[in-house]
């Protein structure tokens, strides 16, 4: 392996030295940049200026020495690479379960690249790439397609599947959750926590969702029905169809803060081995319920609101 010792080049010299190996690389090569200090302020660089063509993996991590092994990657890997989790499972809706098995956030912090969400996490990103190549092999298997679908019918969709599940799962998620804080918050007090965050996920969502049902919802059904008419609709209270789905998204980002936060006591919903029965069906319906919301977040987030303000701009040329 070639090595370029940069500890013995003057400093003013060193990141052209860098840049200028890396360009004289063909695809696939790579070499190991040897430093006495974490290099980290050249990858920024390097990124901002020629994009992600190339990956970064550390070989040694100091204290001493810092080595890094940077390999030219091809173009075609930095445009899939730039895809958003959001576009992902807005394409293919079964890349949720991935984004899922590896406790990565696809509706909130959809907007962030796969291995963003990787870093932030601390996962393996090759481990979900491997996962999502997999899929994009397997076109058999069923992939439903929320991204075709009307958005006055996908308001619809949303209501009668998310909230009313959400306002059906609550008061018994509330019970549990109590019952096992008061119970086992002793040796377990994780679950003490865990009943302070699902409250208020409980309480932001009963909430948001009346604002959704009552204001929102109704006025892209407006703009649906104005657009199949070629007409217009009257300028909303509200201004632009902007400022409340602004202020929907910042609700999910609570929302989706403290699910997560559920999601990281309860380690990933496994109970310990001393868990009663009340336990295991909290962890189990707990579950259950952070799948639900990550579906439904995403179909607002990353489908309805994005498409709603393309329809109103279209409308209200009109
Ligand atoms: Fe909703
Ligand atoms: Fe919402």
């Not at 998310?162 to 306002?167: A, R």
């Not at 609101?305 to 393309?310: D, L, N, V, Y």
Request: hydrophobic letters at 35%; aromatic letters at 10%.
């Amino acid at each position: 392996m070639e090595t370029l010792d940069v500890t013995k080049i003057e400093p003013r010299l060193k990141h052209p030295t860098i840049f200028e190996k890396f360009e004289g690389l063909c695809e696939n090569e790579h070499f190991i940049l040897h430093n006495d200090h974490d290099p980290m302020p050249l990858r920024f660089q390097m990124q901002s200026e020629l994009g992600k063509v190339f990956t970064w993996e550390y070989i040694l991590q100091g204290p001493e020495v810092w080595e890094v092994k940077i390999t030219k990657v091809p173009k075609m890997e930095e445009e899939e690479d730039r895809s958003t989790i959001g576009e992902l499972v807005v394409e293919d809706y079964r890349k949720a379960d991935v984004f899922r098995k590896y406790g990565l956030d696809f509706c909130c912090g959809g907007k962030r690249s796969v291995q963003e969400a990787c870093e932030k996490r601390g996962v393996d990103y090759k481990l979900v790439k491997a996962d999502l190549d997999e899929l994009d092999r397997d076109q058999g298997t069923s992939k439903e397609n929320f991204n075709d679908w009307e958005l006055d019918f996908l308001c619809d969709f949303i209501v009668n599947k998310h909230h009313k599940y959400v306002t059906e799962a609550i008061p018994l998620l509330l019970e549990y959750s109590a019952k096992v804080a008061r119970v086992h918050g002793e040796r377990h007090p994780e679950t003490i926590d865990i009943a302070h965050y699902f409250k208020n996920v409980a309480d932001e969502l009963m909430n948001h969702m009346p604002k959704e049902e009552n204001v929102l919802f109704p006025y892209i059904k407006q703009l649906v029905a104005a657009k199949k008419a070629g007409t217009t609709v009257p300028k909303p209270d509200f201004g632009t169809i902007v400022n409340p789905i602004n202020m929907m998204e910042a609700e999910h980002l609570d929302a989706g803060d403290d699910m997560e936060k559920v999601y990281d006591l309860s380690n990933v919903y496994q109970p310990p081995a001393d868990a009663c029965n009340t336990f295991r069906v909290l962890y189990a319906k707990l579950a259950e319920f952070e799948k639900d919301l990550h579906q439904h977040i995403h179909l607002e987030n990353n489908i309805l609101f994005k498409k709603s303000i393309e329809l109103e701009k279209e409308v209200m040329a009109n």
